[in-house]
C-alpha cells in the first residue's frame, strides 16, 4: 500500500507560480512512476505530468508543456510538479499518483491516489 499526501495548492493571480508536492509512503517510493493529474469542474480528470522511477523520463500534456515541470526527490520520497504562468484554465484539483508499471496518460495505470490538492488561478 502507498498512501500519497498533496500539499502546495492554493490561490494565485494569473501569471503566478505554486509549487505542488507529493509525499509518499508505505512502499519504496523509487518502485514507482509518478503522475500528476488535475480535475476542473465539470470536467473530466486529466493527465498533467509523468516521471519514471528514476526521474530520467518526463512527460507533459500539450497543455502544459514549457509552464510546468516536474520531478522527484527519491531520497525525500516526494514528487513536485513547479506550476509557472498560471492560468484561469489551470484552476482545478490536482492529484498525484503512483504506478507501479509505467508513466501513462491512461488513470488506469496508476494503482494509488492522493487526496488531491486545490489550485485557482484568478484572472
Known amino acids: 500500500q502507498v498512501q500519497l499526501v498533496e500539499s502546495g495548492g492554493g490561490l494565485v493571480q494569473a501569471g503566478g507560480s505554486l509549487r505542488l508536492s507529493c509525499y509518499a509512503s508505505g512502499r519504496t517510493f523509487s518502485d514507482y512512476a509518478m503522475g500528476w493529474f488535475r480535475q476542473a469542474p465539470g470536467k473530466e480528470r486529466e493527465f498533467v505530468a509523468g516521471i519514471n522511477r528514476s526521474g530520467g523520463s518526463l512527460y507533459y500534456a500539450d497543455s502544459v508543456k514549457g509552464r510546468f515541470t516536474i520531478s522527484r526527490d527519491n531520497a525525500k520520497n516526494t514528487v513536485y510538479l513547479q506550476m509557472n504562468i498560471l492560468k484561469p484554465e489551470d484552476t482545478a484539483v490536482y492529484y498525484c499518483?503512483?504506478?507501479?508499471?509505467?508513466?501513462?496518460?491512461?488513470?488506469?495505470?496508476?494503482?494509488?491516489w492522493g487526496q488531491g490538492t486545490q489550485v485557482t488561478v484568478s484572472s
Open positions: 499518483a503512483a504506478s507501479s508499471t509505467r508513466v501513462a496518460v491512461n488513470q488506469r495505470e496508476y494503482k494509488y
